[in-house]
């Protein structure tokens, strides 16, 4: 018996239209109008729309973060609540030990807990001459992307241009896609060392150690070194205008440099982190929230593709005895925001029905170009006939207000608190099986699988 979904409209990234939709085993068998019903579980979807299942590649669980440690795959039912069906987490190098056998462990880490199936990122967070020999094994293993810090110098998540670059053309050797978080490592730390030596240790001067210049500088340095290194480059967490410029410009001249923006700099501003009583700590993440004018550069971004991808850089971390952990102290407040939860809600609330993307673009930052860069596609990320079972049915006529109240990401506040949420989930599939119905989990601990991704290459050449 398989599943029939009628009269729900279906969106992908480029067309939507009235079709109803079987499911047999955990893929989409066919498409189209008046499929009989035979014997199958029926779900009426009139009035709402069929969405892929949300691919969040910018997910930090379990994860070190200072003297800390962020929530577990154990809370990535806040992911499928919120529409996402499948994430790729970065995985840290602990000292001392190969990138691989880091993705070895902390696939165990997941395996038994998630939720949501789940690929992995290699992060080079521990500089040995080896590791620059390891990519086409993490090819062979899964895992075609890999990750580099031009920011936290003097932390081991720091990487020098030197690294970046030799990183940079192994991974064009190996058929790797390359990201880089993109600051100004030396200035940022400059700026914390005066900021620190004139008693200005509230959280606010998170923002004035990183301003927006430091962004800018490094982004179109890493597009360099990685034009250097004939390589793609991949840009996380893109937070100001200045800095989408040089990834705009080096698209137009038909280099493969792409890049990513999160919901919170999306809506949020920096003047949250002046907040009384130490509560800007709730915002503190890097790059920081930048101001109005961003948020509306990152949108027409977004729309026309100048920007590719929406990742909800989720870290899952409590305000009480963690994000404390910096009150006299900026420098030393955990850096990232809670945002799994929310990301399809911010996008479809926030865009859509304020007229700044349109449903096609939405599904596309949200699930269909990030299975493509991370080498999901056409398994993942969209609706089509042999593609895996991972999708939504969404309410649009669904009301409510983000409350940490009803929240799922195991947090203790909300970045969203009091924001207008318009439509939901209101059932998601998950390589076919019933995981969310009416707001309420109904999968089962665990069920989620790793996802081997394939290496790098056309899927998303063009475009």
């Known amino acids: 018996m398989g599943t029939l979904i009628k009269n729900g409209t279906i969106v992908t ?20 109008k008046g499929i009989a019903e035979g014997t199958h579980r029926i779900f009426d979807a009139g009035g709402k729309f069929i969405l892929p299942g949300g691919i969040d590649g910018h997910t930090h669980f379990n994860a070190p973060n200072g003297n800390t440690v962020t929530k577990g795959f154990d809370s990535t039912v806040a992911a499928l609540m919120g529409g996402t069906t499948s994430i790729v987490d970065f995985t840290h190098q602990p000292k001392g ?67 970046i670059f030799r990183m940079l053309q192994k991974a064009r050797e190996a058929g790797m896609l390359m990201m880089v978080h993109a600051e100004n490592g030396d200035v940022i730390q400059v700026l914390q060392q005066q900021l ?17 210049f430091v962004e800018a500088e490094a982004t179109p340095r890493a597009i360099q070194l990685a034009k250097g290194a004939d390589a793609p480059v991949f840009i996380v967490h893109v937070s100001c205008g200045e800095a989408l410029i040089a990834i705009r410009e080096a698209r137009a001249a038909a280099f493969p440099a792409f890049g990513e923006t999160c919901p919170h700099y999306l809506c949020l501003d920096a003047k949250n982190l002046w907040k009384p009583d130490f509560q800007g700590a709730k915002y503190v993440c890097s790059p920081p929230l930048r101001d109005a004018a961003d948020q509306e550069q990152l949108w027409k971004a977004l729309q026309n593709g100048w920007l590719q991808v929406v990742g909800s850089d989720h870290c899952g971390l409590d305000y009480s005895g963690q994000k404390e952990m910096g009150r006299h102290d900026f420098t030393k407040i955990p850096n990232g925001l809670p945002g799994i939860e929310d990301r399809l809600a911010i996008l479809y609330s926030e865009g859509v029905l304020k007229g700044r993307l349109s449903m096609e673009r939405m599904v596309d930052v949200f699930a269909t170009a990030p299975s493509k860069f991370y080498g999901m596609y056409p398994k993942k990320g969209t609706l089509l006939p042999g593609a895996e079972a991972d999708l939504v049915i969404f309410d649009p006529d669904y009301r409510a207000t983000i409350s940490v109240k009803t929240s799922h990401q195991d947090v203790d506040y909300n970045i969203y608190e009091g924001f207008e949420q318009r439509g939901r989930p209101d059932k998601v599939f998950l390589r076919g099986q019933l995981v969310v119905s009416g707001g309420s989990f109904t999968g089962s601990k665990g069920q989620g699988r790793y996802i081997p991704r394939e290496p790098y290459g056309s899927a998303y050449q063009g475009s």
């Not at 085993?25 to 498409?31: C, Y």
């Not at 620190?196 to 927006?212: C, D, F």
């Open 13 to 32: 990234a480029t067309e939507h239209y009235q079709a109803d939709l079987l499911i047999e085993g955990e893929a989409i068998r066919s498409i189209g």
């Open 97 to 163: 030990l190969s990138l691989l056998d880091s993705i070895i462990k902390h696939r165990e880490e997941a395996e038994g807990k998630s939720v949501v199936d789940f690929g992995l990122h290699a992060m080079v967070t521990d500089v040995q001459d080896s590791i620059f020999e390891e990519l086409p094994a993490l090819t062979k293993a899964g895992v075609p992307t890999i990750k580099a810090f031009m920011a936290y110098k003097g932390t081991p998540l720091y990487s020098d241009d030197a690294t």
């Open 196 to 212: 620190i030596a004139q008693g200005k240790t509230a959280p606010e001067s998170h923002v004035l150690s990183r301003p927006s």
